[in-house]
């Protein structure tokens, strides 16, 4: 007599559960790296536009605000961000935490930093 094989419903219920918990984790977290990406593609294009590289500071946070409205960004703003120079070359850095409930009481904390060095 040949021995079943297969899933019993406690290990396929088991599974169930550990695929339900990945997942509900990655459409929680995925938007706010997104957002995190967005914010390094805005800062790069901010360092690298040559009308800004004698501006002031201030104009220089502007040009971020623009480019992060395109993208939708909402977790920094220009005034979130340092703005230096090094060598001549501007250097935009920023960290910020993003709190992500997951669910009851139970949450998520993501440190995010970046620099344009």
């Known amino acids: ?4 094989e297969g899933i019993t419903l406690g290990g ?3 599974v169930a559960v550990i695929l339900a918990l990945g997942l ?6 995925i ?5 995190f990406w967005a914010i390094k593609k805005a800062m790069t294009a901010t360092v690298r536009d040559p009308t800004l590289q ?3 500071v201030a104009e220089i ?4 605000d623009r480019r ?3 993208d939708n960004v909402t977790a920094v703003k220009g005034t979130d961000i340092l703005v230096t120079r090094e060598g001549g ?8 935490q993003v709190k992500v409930p997951l669910f009851a009481n139970i949450s998520l904390l993501i440190d995010f930093s970046y620099s344009t060095r």
């Open 12 to 14: 396929f219920l088991g």
């Open 89 to 96: 070359v501007i250097v935009l850095s920023t960290s910020y």
């Open 31 to 35: 938007p706010h790296y997104m957002e």
């Open 68 to 70: 992060a409205d395109i």
């Open 61 to 64: 946070r502007r040009a971020f």
């Open 1 to 4: 007599m040949r021995r079943q």
């Open 54 to 56: 004698d501006a002031p």
């Open 24 to 29: 509900l984790l990655a459409f929680k977290v």
